[in-house]
């Protein structure tokens, strides 16, 4: 396994699980500074209630972990891994895995080529919690995936602009023509139901707009957001090997696949259903528009426009 997120050697922790039993012990080694964690010492098909909650924990605390040689995964098994968390999704667009629908396959050539900046359905008004991706089959070399840090992101906002952003809402739309459109308005900055802590909530695919500014206004903040997420410093970069499972917060990070490849890569995903995203008390009143002005930015899902 390679990893190319960390900036030097990382130092592999042995950590027993509360209440765990003889050999029950996770191998944790930080992806990079910013965010992610590999865990070994697992078998994913059979968990214990208390594996879960040092699974849950470390979710909480480095937002993204892996977990390689999965070989056994059963689909059963992945999905009761996914009820752990909450009720799971069954996607209305994207392919299923025959018999088990909760299962999203993913494929470069069947819409899983995810190769822009985004946070998994937030044109949802109930987005969800977290993603839990098998990678069957990946490339000998490119496909890599990186995450996005949205806590580290809003912390590193000078306290005058997150001021400014505190009370905001942003709306997230889902475009294809011409029969599917959904959208949700959610607060630019979110306040994590566990932790309690701030978060940028907006994505270059999905965001659309902040209706308490103008166009003009809101093209401009919403591209500083979108740029400021993205800085290296705030990622991890993935290098997958085959049977390597991904679990992540959906709620506090962002994530892109690296579209450098020619060669089949082929996942199956679960989604866990999401809760409704909250942030301080809005306090900003929606734009009054001027006669016929156009309100809504050119940039809708990054390239379509109304």
Not at 20 to 49: C, H, K, M, Q, Y
Not at 83 to 97: I, Q, S
Not at 136 to 160: E, F
Not at 245 to 264: F, G, K, M, P, S
């Amino acid at each position: 396994m390679t990893q190319s997120a960390a900036a030097g050697p990382a130092t592999a922790l042995t950590v027993p699980a509360a209440g765990s039993a003889p050999g029950d012990e996770f191998d944790i080694r930080p992806v990079s500074g910013a965010l992610g964690a590999e865990v070994r010492g697992i078998d994913l098909n059979e968990i214990t209630d208390a594996q879960f909650d040092r699974i849950h924990a470390l979710m909480l605390e480095h937002l993204v972990l892996f977990f390689p040689d999965q070989e056994k995964l059963t689909p059963k098994a992945h999905v009761a891994f996914g009820r752990r968390f909450g009720e799971v999704e069954v996607h209305p667009f994207l392919p299923k895995l025959a018999d088990h629908p909760e299962i999203t396959v993913i494929e470069p050539d069947k819409g899983g080529k995810a190769d822009e900046w985004h946070i998994d359905v937030s044109f949802s008004p109930s987005p969800p919690i977290a993603s839990i991706l098998h990678l069957i089959t990946c490339p000998p070399a490119g496909g890599d995936t990186m995450w996005s840090n949205q806590y580290a992101a809003y912390d590193r906002l000078s306290p005058s602009f997150q001021e400014m952003l505190e009370g905001l809402t942003a709306v997230h739309v889902l475009k294809i023509p011409p029969v599917v459109e959904m959208s949700a308005e959610h607060p630019v900055v979110r306040v994590h139901p566990v932790t309690g802590r701030r978060s940028l909530y907006v994505t270059r695919m999905w965001t659309s707009h902040i209706p308490q500014l103008t166009r003009q206004e809101s093209d401009v903040v919403l591209q500083h957001l979108f740029e400021h997420s993205e800085q290296p410093a705030f990622t991890c970069r993935y290098r997958w090997d085959p049977h390597t499972v991904a679990l992540w917060d959906n709620r506090v990070t962002q994530h892109i696949a690296i579209n450098d490849y020619q060669e089949h890569r082929r996942g199956q995903r679960v989604t866990v259903n999401g809760d409704l995203p909250t942030g301080g008390t809005p306090a900003k009143p929606e734009y009054r528009r001027n006669g016929d002005e156009r309100y809504y930015p050119r940039r809708v899902n990054a390239r379509v426009g109304y």
